[in-house]
């Protein structure tokens, strides 16, 4: 669900984020109803094995799921933070990009949507992330994704392959048609596949909308919505310690939070963060993959 304190924080990237997007082209690729399994070793292959398995022979051991994946079928999961005990939190990294602010990198009204100095700084410090990545960011950084993939310590998730809204009501966000998102969120997890490293089947919605409709239309893909239980209010601040404030007032056991590696139009987040680690240091928080802040969620 939409926590309506969610609302405020993430409208105004969203706004912003459609600003000079007119024309974003929708995905079009054909929905498929196969579940789009990655980083799986699972290869089910279908040859005829040389010799004969022999009656009480063990199975192989299970493969060990990809994080994430819920069973197909029926309506994709949404969760908004992990169990209230332990000490572990998430930070999560959202990586928009539209055609409208491709068009600013290629006029050169914006010179980077990839915040590195975030990376510099989580791989110093040997921090656990995870990253909702969207297929056009990908595209357009693939070295960056190439180094987000490479660390054991950083995971990727999905948010869409051009940052559009498939509800009627997001903010200011152009709708795009609710049967056209399976498509699209299956084609960003194989634009994102082919980089390996810590591959999930997390997904999260632009603006955190969703609805009924939205969230079976995802039934087929075994995915996991992830919301969030904290935001940091990084998109357009133009001050550090408020984004510090809004994240450290609310962090507790469990908690997702949302920030954005999207520089340009998150400015602050890499001047914020390290007195963010440094508060949940003091409060005996400890960041950790999504995958395991949301065991037993
Ligand atoms: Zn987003």
Known sequence: MIRAGLRPFLG???????????????????????????????????????????????????VASVPGTTPTGTRAPVVDHGPRTGNKVALTFDADMTDGMLASLRAGRVKSYANLRILDL????????????????????????????????????NHTYGHAAFTGDCYDLPSQPV????????????????YGGRQTRYFRFPGLCHDAATL???????????????????PFATAWKPLVRAVLDHVRPGSVVIMHVTEANAAMTDEALPHILAGLRERGLVPAPLSEVLVGA
Do not use: H, M
């Not at 998102?181 to 194989?190: I, N, Q, S």
């Not at 919301?227 to 990084?234: F, T």
């Open 216 to 234: 079976d239309a995802l039934a087929p893909l075994g995915v996991t919505v992830v919301d969030g239980d904290v935001v940091s209010g990084d």
């Open 179 to 194: 049967n056209e998102l399976r498509g699209d969120v299956a084609k960003t997890f194989e634009v994102i596949k082919p």
């Open 12 to 62: 105004v990237l969203v706004v912003a984020a459609i600003l000079g997007s007119a024309g974003c082209e929708a995905s079009r690729v054909p929905p498929s109803d196969q579940p789009v399994f990655v980083g799986s070793s699972d290869s089910s292959s279908p040859s005829t094995p040389s010799v004969a398995p022999s009656v009480g022979v063990p199975s192989p051991p299970a």
């Open 122 to 157: 989580l791989e110093r410090d040997e921090v656990p992330a995870t990253f909702f990545l969207t297929g056009k960011w990908v595209q357009r950084y693939p070295d960056v994704t190439r180094r987000i993939a490479d660390n054991p310590r950083f995971e990727l998730a």
